[in-house]
Nanobody
Framework: QEQLVESGGGLVQSGGSLRLTCAAS????????MGWFRQAPGKDRDFVAG????????DYGDSVKGRFTISRDNAKNTVYLQMNSLKPEDTSIYYC???????????????????WGQGIQVTVSS
């Protein structure tokens, strides 16, 4: 089974930047659609960013569009989330997720993903 491990979270000031990294262990990483989600206490798990299996298409949640960038390096079994112009409302636990199918396109619904990381805290101070 695919195992995902997030890193790169922490505490930053409003307006600052962080880059999250998700490292995958599977041998078929290049076939997986990948996504980032976030979930704050008492809130739903929201779509943040998605990328297709080849890294040719990306999409973002409305609240992060223009500020966040998802990318992947299939040779390194790694997906990234570059977060710029961070706001206090970005504070959340961020999760990396992988979905395996033959199409490999962008996946938006958390229920469709097959593998999840443990999550990593991002805190943005005002």
């Amino acid at each position: 089974q695919e195992q995902l491990v997030e890193s790169g979270g922490g505490l930053v000031q409003s307006g600052g930047s962080l880059r999250l990294t998700c490292a995958a262990s599977g041998r078929t990483f290049s076939t997986y659609s990948m996504g980032w989600f976030r979930q704050a206490p008492g809130k739903d798990r929201d779509f943040v960013a998605g990328i297709d299996n080849r890294g040719t298409r990306t999409d973002y949640g409305d609240s992060v569009k223009g500020r966040f960038t998802i990318s992947r390096d299939n040779a390194k079994n790694t997906v990234y989330l570059q977060m710029n112009s961070l706001k206090p409302e970005d504070t959340s636990i961020y999760y990396c997720a992988a979905e395996e199918d033959l199409f490999g396109g962008i996946v938006y619904d958390a229920i469709d993903y097959d593998y999840w990381g443990q999550g990593i805290q991002v805190t943005v101070s005002s």
